[in-house]
């Protein structure tokens, strides 16, 4: 009796197996049909795209450098020049001495009478021009000429006529009257030999031109004496 309920259960056992290998292999038939439809529909998509691996390769960007804006650079006449009042042997420059406006600046003599006959226009133009600063630098040191102008003389520091003739030869300044006019930069906008009526239409009109794009930049002094009146009235009127 024993042996048939031992018969039985491996029967069952077997049948078991029999039946769990062949799901199995429908299982596995049926993912690998699947696989095999899901290929072919993916081909077949693909087969609709157009072509673009002719085209062209996209170039790339090239990011190039905007040019610096260039930065005035000062003549090195405006720099270099360095003059005195008649009176001492003080040193001055263009720069300081024109506190950032435009310059006129004039190389005169003591023996030159073309030179000495222009500075009655100078004064006149200094006068019409206030914005204008005029500098007349004499190149034969200090003497004894007067003008409503200041006047000065080549004082290149060391205080020899030789290190004076030298600057003035480095510049081309070999006859007077030498003009030369520079903005707020010390860039040079005219330069010219020979004595002029400063003071005319003509003079004025292209001295103007140069002269006018830099009245802007020019901040004049506050009257003070003002500032505190109005200061004084408006604390009356808080008052009454």
Request: hydrophobic fraction near 35%; proline fraction near 5%; charged fraction near 30%.
């Amino acid at each position: 009796m024993m042996k048939k309920k031992t018969i039985k259960k491996i029967l069952r056992s077997k049948v078991l197996c029999t039946a769990l290998l062949f799901l199995c292999f429908q299982s596995a038939k049926s993912s690998k049909d699947s696989s095999i439809d899901f290929t072919e529909s993916l081909e077949k998509d693909l087969s609709d795209v157009p072509e673009v691996m002719d085209s062209k390769p996209l170039k790339k960007k090239l990011f190039t450098k905007k040019p610096r804006q260039k930065v005035a650079v000062a003549h090195s006449l405006y720099e270099g020049l360095r003059f005195s009042f008649m009176e001492n042997s003080t040193p001055l420059s263009l720069e300081k001495y024109s506190r950032k406006t435009p310059v006129l600046l004039i190389f005169w003599g003591s023996f030159c009478g073309p030179c000495l006959k222009e500075f009655p226009s100078l004064e006149r133009l200094a006068k019409s021009m206030p914005n204008l600063k005029i500098v007349c630098v004499a190149i034969d040191g200090p003497n004894e000429i007067t003008s409503e102008l200041p006047l000065f003389y080549v004082n290149q520091g060391k205080g020899t006529e030789s290190d004076n003739q030298r600057f003035l030869a480095k510049h081309s300044i070999e006859s007077v009257p030498a003009f030369f006019l520079f903005d707020t930069t010390g860039k040079m906008l005219w330069k010219g030999i020979g004595a002029k009526e400063w003071d005319s239409a003509s003079v004025i009109d292209k001295l103007k031109k140069f002269v006018e794009p830099f009245q802007g930049k020019l901040h004049p002094k506050r009257n003070k004496t003002n500032r505190t009146t109005k200061k004084l009235s408006s604390k009356q009127r808080v008052h009454s």
